[in-house]
């Protein structure tokens, strides 16, 4: 059987290896379907290998797992733009995928996921692939787990003595105790809440009963916590148990989270970022300490100061590094830092690239 003229016009050094077997495929494959291989195999072959496209040899390949259409992406473009520059001065080159490039997993070295992760989700199942194919890779699947999930951080918090709200995990055969343990108003939160989604206020029975069922329709375990309010949340980034930058999160204008959800729209507090070594030390102190409880990966830890007491809220894994945000303070060298650990961690891997 011959090939159709369509695959002919295919680089034919790649036919050289790939031919024959496409003529065996061809045999098995019906009418109807062979414009359909065609198209795709072209398609396949006429765009450029990603080593192909490489100006130049790099010691290590890193994947950048990005989607601009995720509305709560942890960075934004020109920040994913400074990591790829940060990546190129330390002899890596670094490679944006998205959540179509799964397959391609095993060409790189490692892998930084800047999209916003949940368990039940391709973000997740990329880590587990990559951790499985030997990748250096942040965020790991294990802080997925532990930082996506408020259950297992109040539970850690409590058991290490980590300050925390007052909380609760309630299910609904103890929703009563919520007012005599925790009292109004109280916040309700999701296990898997992330960016103020899945996280409401209940300022009486009745709104505590209507927002718990609500909760509930999604998930059996919800978290309650004392209401806190303040005028902002610090937030210590920690890499690798060190502390990497700190921030000041305000609320948003006359709410009391830092993102205002209401009428169709968004609306966001404003930030600050301040040197490590101008910060509290009580502040970074705690961060570190409640970062360590969910590994040696990159984390965000939301602290609120309320009096002279600083409470942890919660220990984020994927925390936001933005351009003229986090980097305010660093600047380039933010970028620089986070993917010198990845440098790092696959030179002490050893043997250079894993593919030779």
Known sequence: MKLPLELLTVDPHLLNHTGEIFCQLFDFIASFHIDFVVETASEHFARPHR???????????VAILFNPEDKNRPSDPVAI?????????LDMEATVIGPDDYGSIAEFDALFIRETTYVNHHTFRFARRAESAGLVVIDD???????????????????????????????E??????????????VLKRPDSSFSAGVV?????SELHEKLDSL???????VAQEYTPSEFDWRVGVLEGRPLYVAKYFMAPGHWQIVSRGGGRERYGGWETVPVGAAPRAVVR???????????????????????????MEVNDNPSIESDCEDQVLGDELYLAIMRTFRERLDRRGSGSRRG
């Open 51 to 61: 080593r192909a496209r490489a100006k130049r040899s790099f010691r290590y390949d």
């Open 81 to 89: 733009r400074r990591f790829v520059r940060a990546a190129r001065e």
């Open 141 to 171: 699947p294990e802080s997925i787990i532990r930082c996506t999930n408020k259950v297992y951080q109040a539970e850690a918090f409590a058991r290490y003595g980590i300050p925390s709200p007052k909380t609760i995990v309630v299910h």
């Open 173 to 186: 055969d103890n929703v009563h105790e919520v007012e005599r343990i925790i009292g109004f108003p109280c």
């Open 201 to 205: 206020r209940a300022d009486d029975s």
């Open 216 to 222: 509930f329709a999604t998930s059996e375990l919800v």
């Open 286 to 312: 705690l961060g570190l300490r409640s970062a360590s409880l969910m590994g040696d990966g990159l984390y965000g830890v939301d602290i609120k100061e309320t009096g002279r007491r600083l409470l942890v």
